[in-house]
């Protein structure tokens, strides 16, 4: 039994009995590769007032199956000293502050409580189990698990956090051998600072967190079973690799607090990953099963242009009320899946093109939902229902704008084989060229009721160019919409565009539209 202690030696202190302590000890070996060893369980014990230090460089073997040192108010362990658990038996990791921590032999190593590594944790040839009781781990260097152990944070129900807060760059190394998987990953270091994935793809069997700091799959793949969480503003995630969202229960978010991320999967049967705030991936989006659902925001998909975005067969996704989806330049959406497209009277669902976007391509194969909506920037194919599409009985498209449209559009292309009748569209704007409002070649009758606009109306369709015959047709209440194609004459026919097909004159059974028209010619009446 010591009051204090200080040992100062060359060579390695063996530890061959129970040593007490009652305030402080400081370990000081100046021969490198030398260490202090506790030997056969033996332990150094604090008698709960004093401080553990070992110095800088220097180093600590645990040889017993359960002799962590114990019983002091701290544990000053310098960033650059070592603890090594290397016994070829079982072994409890004691829950103290560590500066580096080695683990090696083929055994198992069993948390006794949350630790904190203030260098590195080498997880060489070990299985590092976080215990039944779930315990955190914190590391501000790297986590080396690039060896042939294993974390062992999913076997027997175990679960367990890892959390990176240094302050400088860290990696995370996996290894190719041995169980690999996180179960929930926390990164909490400081503002501007990277943790990189190195070596092989991550798999966080749970959920991923970035409180600060920035987390970089580093062009690798991360498969992420929960929630994808960007916490603060202090937080980011680089626009790198690869996520694969692989959640089998649910529901899940994602929140990104204006991170840009690269390429993402989702393949969750059963689940829905709902956006918390806007998202943005700038590379591919492919929905294999579950659903996505934008919940209303603004999400960008595609913005570094020739991107693909797919919804399989099976999966949805939903854009939702007042939401946006904004498609990079160039972008191919190929719907196989469903596309729920629904706002209300007062917010509604929009599909476009990105700030810089150009135009994009929407093919639907599978079910299109529409209501409330607005559908603009597309490329000259236009919205394409092809010929193994459905659109929705109740959400049929009705109550909704095609705008915006390149030189040639064709703003609605209807392949399949339904009959139904399609209400209130809108189309304001007459694209340049030989463009169509909808362009219909299969069996089936599609009827606009109540179509609005100077792009409305059989004079515009590809069909027979009739309102009451053919396989588009347009019935309603006429509304002549202003175009001033002739001058600024009220009366001259050719200045207004009929809903149904053709021009007219306004009277008391027609409604009138005077709206912005390319010509910047505004009627006048009686010369005034």
Sequence with gaps: ???????????????????????????????????????????????????????????????????????????????????????????????????????????????????????????????????????????????????????????GNHAGELIINGSGTQNIYIGSSGSKSIYNLTINKTTGSTVNVQTSNINILNNLWVQSGTFSLNGL?????????????????????????????????????????????????GVTYTAQDNISIYGNFTLTAGTFDGNGKYVNLGNTGGRTISVAAGAVYKVGSAGTLALGNTAAVTINGTIEVIGSVSSIATITKTATGGSYNFDVNGTIKAQYYLFEYMTAAGISINSTATIDPTYNLSDGTFTNGPTNCKYLT??????????NVIFPFTPAGSANNVVKASAGVVTFYN??????????????????????????????????????????????????????????????????????????IDGS
């Design 414 to 423: 209807i392949s399949n084989t339904q009959t139904l009748t399609i209400n």
């Design 221 to 269: 793949s991360g498969n992420v079973g929960g929630d994808l969480t960007v916490t603060s503003s202090n937080g980011s995630i680089a626009q790198s690799g690869t996520f694969n969202m692989i959640a089998t229960s649910g529901p899940r978010i994602i929140q990104l607090n204006g991170s840009n991320l690269n390429n993402v999967t989702i393949n969750a049967t």
């Design 1 to 155: 039994q010591f009051n204090n202690l200080n040992l100062i030696t060359a060579g390695n202190v063996t530890v061959s009995a129970n040593v007490l302590v009652n305030t402080n000890i400081d370990v000081t070996i100046s021969l490198a590769g030398n260490a202090l060893i506790l030997n056969n369980n033996f332990t150094i014990s604090g008698g709960g007032l004093g401080v553990f230090t070992l110095g800088s460089g220097q180093q600590l073997n645990v040889n017993g199956t359960n002799n962590c040192p114990s019983g002091f108010v701290a544990y000053a362990f310098d960033p650059t000293s070592v603890t090594n658990y290397t016994q070829s038996f079982n072994q409890v990791i004691g829950a103290i502050t560590y500066g580096n921590l080695t683990l090696n032999t083929a055994t198992v190593k069993t948390l006794g409580g949350d630790i904190v590594v203030l260098g590195s944790l080498n997880i060489n040839t070990s299985t590092l189990d976080v215990s039944s009781n779930n315990y955190d781990v914190t590391i501000a260097g790297n986590f080396n698990n690039n060896g042939t152990g294993s974390l062992l944070s999913n076997g």
């Design 451 to 524: 179509a609005t606009g100077a792009f409305s109306g059989a004079s515009f369709e590809s069909d027979d160019g009739s309102a009451s015959t053919g396989a588009i047709r347009w019935t309603g209440a006429e509304t002549l919409t202003w175009i001033g194609a002739v001058s600024t004459d009220w009366y001259v026919a050719g200045n207004w565009s009929s809903s149904l097909g053709g021009n007219g004159i306004p009277d008391a059974t027609k409604n009138a539209i005077i709206a912005t028209n390319p010509s910047n010619r505004n009627p006048t």
